[in-house]
């Protein structure tokens, strides 16, 4: 309930109530409903497109019927990651928020406010009385998380708008005006599963703080699974190793935060002693970023287990250590900007059946291809199947876009200084739409939001209050058409 008494009400009540619908990428039947039931118990025109988005129009005010019109627009999906200790399902349960100071924040697992409070905010300006606003359209699009298939399914001529605000940035002193594109690499394959000869050890790494594959992908955050592959690399050729298991990772756009792998190998004692040194150093490496990190590397009771070769568990270890993760390239035209990278965000072993999930994102659309061709190359020399999937363009910049002279106008005499104009290397929605919508002026911005994509994912109440301010008056101030 101390949630509903944060400032800016209206905005927190109606994240409250979204928080309280299931709503994971690809299992948005749930909030989908919700959001057509509001617009519809407001009764403005709402639509349901083919694939899912919501589209709910609302007329200009009083005054304002000759300013263009505008799309606000946000992702009805979230990401869902949780802490192991945790007990919480998505699918069925709602967010329990709690404060922290000056952040709102869930308990041990994300809490949804990417973007939610995008959503909660477009929901503010439908249900107003007295706003002032040109005519517009709230778009909210389905699976942005993963895929993005709500905004490639989105067909020309739904919309009408001719500025579109993306509010789904999470610093509130940026307006961003371009972003990377990206590219799902999936390996896989199937091995024969054989009995396990030696003794299992059961390798560890957790306690990482994750993050966004695209905006924290520069910040040094430990991956989880290359963690884990730099330890079974120690022991690929001295301890004739056997994989029995590997589960490390979630989404492909979440920095893996754990890693487990069962092994079996000739001595487990000796084992785990040649590993001991790296452990150390692994911990050393990590301790001014990853205070929390664990890695625990522990001998197992189990026997009997079914591993797969040694040969197919060494070329799974070789191409775990071989492929690129992290930032591949610096933008040498926008400072500070990642240009391209990959997060190796999924690896799992089960039954001798293999998948390895990767996202490759740039900027530069040749890059992108680079990056995941790379990787291709690494894992099919480890004899593995390799497809491209889900491949999404990037949004190239208009700075001299009327909308962003008149946002920066704004933001300098509301806050008396510059805002940042910058390109970011997440993976927003805007390149998709504007393919379709060529002509129609972007920007993307939001309130502060920490953590996303992971449990420690949180929100800023007093920047929410400052995005809520700085969206009223760019409303009221929408150019003329």
């Known amino acids: 309930m101390e949630i509903l008494h944060l400032e800016p009400k209206e905005i927190w009540k109606n994240f409250s109530a979204l928080n309280s619908v299931p709503r994971p990428s690809k299992k948005e039947e749930k909030v989908i409903a919700f959001i057509k039931n509001f617009g519809e118990s407001l009764g403005l025109p709402t639509k349901v497109d083919e694939v899912g988005n919501v589209i709910i129009q609302k007329p200009a005010t009083l005054g304002m019927e000759n300013r263009k019109t505008i799309v606000l627009q946000s992702h009805l999906d979230m990401v869902c990651q949780k802490n192991n200790d945790v007990d919480f399902d998505f699918d069925t349960q709602g967010i329990l928020m709690e404060t922290d100071g000056e952040w709102v924040k869930a308990k041990g697992i994300t809490l949804g406010a990417d973007n939610g409070l995008g959503v909660a905010t477009i929901m503010t300006i439908l249900e107003s009385k007295d706003l002032p606003h040109p005519a517009l359209e709230a778009l909210f699009t389905i699976d942005e998380e993963t895929g993005m298939t709500g905004a490639i399914g989105l067909k020309p001529g739904e919309l009408q708008g001719e500025i579109l605000l993306n509010l789904d940035t999470e610093e509130d002193d940026e307006i961003d005006i371009g972003c990377a594109g990206g590219i799902d ?166 039954n001798g059946s293999l998948k390895i999930l990767n996202l490759s994102r740039s900027s530069v659309e040749s890059t992108k291809m680079a990056v995941a061709e790379q990787l291709k190359s690494v894992f099919e020399l480890a004899d593995m199947n390799v497809v491209f999937s889900g491949s999404y363009p990037g949004w190239k910049p208009k700075p001299e876009a009327e909308i962003i002279k008149t946002m920066v106008e704004i933001y300098e005499k509301q806050f008396s200084e510059k805002p940042m104009v910058v390109a970011c290397h997440a993976g927003l929605e805007c390149g998709i739409i504007g393919a379709n919508y060529p002509a129609m002026e972007m920007v993307s911005f939001g309130p502060t939001i920490r953590g996303a994509h992971s449990p420690d994912e949180r929100a800023n109440v007093a920047s929410v209050q400052k995005f809520w301010k700085y969206l009223q008056e760019i409303l009221a101030n929408i150019p003329a058409k």
């Open 185 to 350: 690499v999936t390996a896989s394959q199937n091995y024969d599963v054989i009995g396990a000869k030696g003794e299992n050890v059961i390798i560890t790494v957790k306690g990482l703080q994750g993050g966004h594959s695209g905006m924290d992908i520069h910040k040094g955050f430990g991956n989880a699974n290359i963690i884990l592959g730099r330890l079974l690399f120690v022991g690929v050729d001295a301890h004739d190793l056997q994989l029995v298991s590997i589960d490390g990772g979630g989404l492909r756009n979440a920095i893996p935060r754990e890693a487990t792998a069962i092994v079996s190998v000739r001595n487990a004692e000796d084992f785990i002693q040649n590993l001991s040194a790296l452990q150390s150093e692994i911990l050393e490496e990590f301790a001014t970023v990853e205070k929390d990190i664990q890695i625990l590397i522990e001998k197992s009771d189990d026997s009997g287990e079914q591993g797969i070769s040694i040969s197919d568990s060494k070329r799974i270890i070789l191409a775990l250590k071989a492929a690129h993760n992290g930032v591949y390239r610096m933008s040498p035209d926008v400072e500070g900007l990642v240009e391209s990278s990959n997060n190796v965000a999924r690896v799992e072993l089960k």
